[in-house]
């Protein structure tokens, strides 16, 4: 028998998520039947998408959402002897039990690199990047492109697949450290939004030809900033919007420059690629392999953090891909 | 010698056009030299666009930019003979002299119909429809359309293309009136957004399936309302916004349902078609000739009451493609 630790929904988030919005709950996991697996979660994932899917999703009592790297510690099927490594969603829980359809296989994983990345540049983040900046944005040699969120799991991601695809790229975050980092791996330019006075001038400053893609994770005033300095048919790719996800109102964005510059804007979610995730890891993968692609991790430790280690992606606290370790 | 009356700005519009913001006046033209033409304006059209793009484009004393339909009356061209039907841009004036090459002969124009809809249905309106819906939008049979503003001069052809094309198509006017009209050239369903005390929910009413498109021609309330009724992976065309055209501060929309619901919106202008225009207008004529495609104007008699007819465009006072007959 064993011991399943979990959070539930206690109440939707209602403003900046309160611990008291979510409960712990231990309970005994039935015996595994003909077919399945026990499965104990090794790294978490915590990332935005969370606070807005959590309200459209979940009733209370039900557990939060989530991805994580799980291994097989008891099986009674062939497909997943003990040991297998797995991600799987059944979300913010310690351990849980599978008949296989719901998990897959971590395979051709490199040897050198934590299985935490299947969570992030090579899981469910790397993949929004890729795609969203491939299918979405099609970069062009020679394009200027636009970042906002820039140090953060997606963000840092877009960033240095534009520089591989010949762009210049400038991006924004939310600290001077972040900044520098982002000059580190490769960004052409970059400021902190919360000391920027005048961030439609900044941007204006920092892409003086105007910006041809916009990557967006924030929603808000950067993304009004940029809107009012792209190119007549620049593309918008709005992957997420952070900086309302708390807000009381809903946010909006500018609506004169759409029509007046022919604006392209497309919202998207990663999981219209699902069946294009393998091709997505190998080029990544690559990447990584090569030194064109670096990765940073912001790993909290123990399964009881989860609620911090969530919070602290509002805050702008984490400083790359937020990781639990349990 | 020939007089030209002109309209030229005397201080860019601030909020809704004051008659004192447009100036007329009178000034002899200068004897045609080879090569050139005089032309005198027949009809003239007046559009929503010309409010944001005064701004833009012009400074004191510029004249108001514009479309007529004009007809040659001096010729040292031997392309352009007396009594050539052209149409251009001259701006708001009665009379102008042309090297032929801004202006394009009407060719091919059925006889029972007026040369005015060389400014509307088969002119610049009527390609703004044409390549909006069938380029950005890209309509299926089945598929429900959304059309704001749709009795306006675009609004009412993009709906009847929708009927053509074999969708659901639901529209918004700001009248019993043009509601009542809607219906009877083959709108499924219309409302008047100045009586509906909740749009979100007369269109959810309207449109069961939800909008699988939206062609939008007026921005603010009334495009917040279609945004929150897009189904997944929906398509908005963004043709105007006329709603904000006035407004002192920017119109926004909102931006939860782009990200949540992977909507697709393109903002354009019409002129980047430019050179399928004779594509367009064969299709719009073979259209009204099979009588599936009706037309209606709006017409405004006498030059000096171009800025009336220009006003009735933000009131709604106009009913149809507002056209100036001198």
Not at 170 to 175: C, E, H, K, T
């Amino acid at each position: 028998m064993v011991l399943q630790k979990r959070f539930v929904l206690e109440k939707h988030f209602d403003g900046m998520p309160k611990k008291s919005d979510l409960k712990i709950i231990e309970e005994k996991l039935p015996p595994i039947k003909d077919g399945e697996i026990l499965i104990q979660a090794l790294y978490l994932s915590v990332d935005p998408y969370m606070r807005p899917y959590s309200r459209r999703t979940l009733k209370k009592g039900d557990m939060m959402i989530g991805e994580q790297v799980a291994k097989v510690i008891e099986s009674k099927n062939t497909d997943y002897p003990i040991g297998t490594i797995v991600t799987c969603s059944p979300g913010w829980c310690t351990h849980s039990i599978s008949d296989g359809t719901d998990v897959r296989k971590v395979k051709d994983f490199p040897e050198n690199l934590p299985y935490s990345l299947a969570l992030g540049s090579l899981g469910m983040t790397g993949m929004t990047a890729y795609f969203g900046l491939t299918e979405i944005l099609k970069p062009k040699a020679g394009e200027t492109l636009f970042v906002s969120g820039a140090a953060g799991a997606v963000g840092g991601v877009v960033g240095q697949l534009g520089k591989i695809f010949g762009c210049r790229v400038v991006g924004s975050a939310g600290s001077e450290k972040k900044i520098k980092y982002l000059k580190e791996i490769g960004f052409d330019d970059a400021f902190n939004y919360k000391s920027t006075i005048d961030p439609q001038k900044t941007i204006k400053d920092m892409c003086p030809d105007g910006i041809h893609m916009y990557f967006d994770n924030v929603g808000g005033t950067i993304t009004n900033a940029a809107l009012m300095n792209m190119t007549e048919c620049g593309r918008i790719a709005m992957c997420g919007a952070i900086s309302g996800y708390n807000a009381k109102s809903q946010s909006t964005i500018v609506h004169p420059p759409i029509v007046g510059r022919q604006l392209k804007i497309e919202g998207f979610i990663v999981y219209r690629w699902t069946d294009r995730f393998p091709e997505g890891f190998e080029k990544l993968k690559e990447y990584i392999s090569q030194g064109k692609l670096t990765y940073k991790e912001h790993v909290t430790e123990g399964f009881d953090n989860m609620f911090k280690a969530f919070c602290e992606l509002f805050t702008g606290a984490n400083f790359g891909k937020a990781i639990v370790k349990v």
